[in-house]
């Protein structure tokens, strides 16, 4: 947690892609990927895909290349 306290005060960190930085530092944003935890809320990736789609205006999907060549 030092490095991301230092880059808020250094470079002026507004958002993060980590949860916990966001929680401990409530001045910046979480952003980024969507989580893995959010993913794991879901019997299938096929349904978190879909709802992620459907409940959010702005978002990006990163597809992982697990069974890409099946």
Avoid: W
Avoid at 10 to 21: F, N
Avoid at 31 to 36: E, I, N, R
């Amino acid at each position: 947690m030092d490095a991301v306290e230092a880059l808020i005060v250094g470079a002026g960190l507004k958002m993060t892609s980590s949860d916990v930085a966001a929680l401990v530092y409530p001045q910046i944003k979480s952003g980024g990927t969507t989580a893995h935890r959010y993913f794991a809320c879901y019997p299938t990736e096929n349904e978190a895909f879909t709802n992620a789609i459907e409940k959010h205006d702005k978002i990006a999907l990163l597809v992982d290349l697990i069974d890409s060549y099946k």
